[in-house]
């Protein structure tokens, strides 16, 4: 199995290698920093699975997935991420990802992850699998169907709110209305399952929006 890793933490990268250089199925091929390289490298490389984290400048481990997979044929992505938020794991799942295991994971699981996941099968941790029942339990609850990622506007309203800009200043940029500003706000504290803006903003830093 070709391997590439893309981490923007050097320290995440090395201690990958080390974990997997004795692993006879697994062959590190390449790593990246960012997601544009992770895109560029998947081209130069081929490799049949990319171990990837969403969190990372230049393009999010989301874009870079859909964009790898788009002209990487044969590649898969197995995701590797600090965070289970179940918002996350269906943006990635919806770009292509073929799996998501938190970095907390052990080597047997990772491993066992990798193989699955070259084998064309998908894979997810037992916390993400939970997160996943809660969500969809929760929307069924309140009579919901499907996943609903945030549209483009509401991406620049949470970009806002973490330059801790008030709505008033908030409308002012986007020219709309505090109303409709104030609209966005709670649709987007809906589709996240969040309380208050101190868990947005925490939201935003995982997804690295500011």
Known sequence: MKLLLADDQ??????????LEHNEEVQVVGRASNGREAVERSMELKPDVV?????????????????????????RVLVLSMYDHHDMVHEIMEAGASGYVLKNVGKEELCRALRMVADGQQYFTKEVEVALEMDMRAKENSGETGYQALTKREKQVVELVCMERTTQEIATVLFLSPQTIDTHRKNIMHKLSLRNTAGLVKYAKERGWC
């Not at 050097?10 to 974990?19: C, N, Q, R, V, Y």
């Open 51 to 75: 171990l990837m984290d969403i969190s990372m400048p230049e393009m999010d481990g989301i874009e870079a997935t859909k964009a790898l997979l788009a002209c990487s044929e044969g590649t």
């Open 10 to 19: 050097s320290i995440i990268l090395d201690g990958l290698e080390a974990l």
